[in-house]
């Protein structure tokens, strides 16, 4: 089998049944076994004492937090229930310092962690940006309460009584090939030298594999022939599904959109290996299904 891209493959329980279940997550919430991560301004917070790891929260560490904040139930793991916590009124330094960590960008450290932690952080950190941005019904405007474990939002108007639910946002990232050269891009706010795969959101009413094409289309001007998935990946950056394939170019011809696109061009293996040896190509984050998909190609096939 092959191996998870980074955020994929935590596999914990995520117990989506036992969320409406009102008393046992308020047990859970007391419970000294329980585990909290909190989450600051969408960053995660991890131990102080070397290389990092996530520096979970005890149920008495964490109970300054849980009355000025959002608590998420992310589920279960070596029966312990695991939630994420908003830092919200409180100091976040003094948060940090008492548990011995730092709040830090999740991009950072995402790649080094066990799957399992990076697949709850990454999960945490969704759900907060969430709840932070649904603080008030999309249709009527009035506030909304958590339910559900913090896995719903409800309007509180009883005219109105909307229900809410987290949303993820699909995107398509695509490894393009003709011959024996890969297409990739760059835009003009990356560090110089640094090309990627191309990507993009999918639109309402349109198929992944139809996304990819336009995407490529609009961006470089080229045509596709067969389009073929390869993985997928959370990206809560802030929340999205990437969702990776490989495709075939009808023929080399090139036409950036520059509103898109600051260059695209077309790479030969040694092309790479010589951007990469003499420091003048960066290639995209380990973090990101973009790199794989490259360095996959680079050795001599997309795995």
């Known amino acids: ?20 279940d009102g008393d046992w997550i308020g047990e859970r919430l007391r419970d000294p076994a329980s585990r909290f991560a909190p ?145 990739l891009g760059r835009q003009s706010s990356w560090d110089a030298g640094r090309y990627s795969t191309l990507a993009g959101f999918v639109e309402p009413g349109e198929s992944l594999e139809d996304a990819v094409a336009r995407e490529v289309w609009e961006e470089a001007g080229v045509r596709l022939g067969e389009v073929r998935y390869h993985s997928s990946q959370p990206w809560p950056f802030p929340s999205s599904l990437m969702v990776g394939f490989t495709a075939e170019a009808a023929d080399e011809r090139i036409e950036v959109d520059h509103d898109e696109l600051e260059d695209a061009r077309w790479f030969t293996r040694d092309d790479l290996r010589r951007g990469l040896a003499g420091g003048t190509l960066l290639l995209p984050s380990p973090i990101s299904i973009s790199h794989r998909l490259v360095t996959g190609w680079l050795e001599g096939g997309v795995r």
């Open 1 to 20: 089998m092959a191996q998870p891209n980074i955020f994929a493959g935590a596999r914990f329980d995520r117990a989506a049944l036992l969320r409406r």
């Open 39 to 183: 989450v600051w301004q969408l960053k995660n917070l991890f131990a102080a004492d070397g290389e990092p790891r996530v520096r979970w929260l005890t149920a008495d560490e964490a109970a300054p937090l849980l009355g000025a904040g959002t608590a998420v139930f992310l589920g279960m793991d070596d029966g312990a229930a695991h939630f994420a916590v908003e830092v919200g009124h409180e100091d976040p330094a003094d948060v940090a310092l008492a548990a011995g960590g730092e709040f830090e960008e999740l991009r950072r450290h995402g790649s080094i962690l066990p799957p399992r932690d990076a697949g709850m952080l990454a999960f945490a950190r969704g759900m907060m940006h969430w709840h932070a941005r649904h603080r008030f019904c999309g249709v009527c405007g009035e506030p909304t309460e958590v339910r559900d474990a913090g896995h719903v939002r409800a309007c509180t108007a009883p005219a109105c009584g909307a229900v809410h639910f987290p949303r993820t946002d699909p995107a398509v990232i695509m490894l393009v090939t003709h011959e024996d050269r890969a297409l």
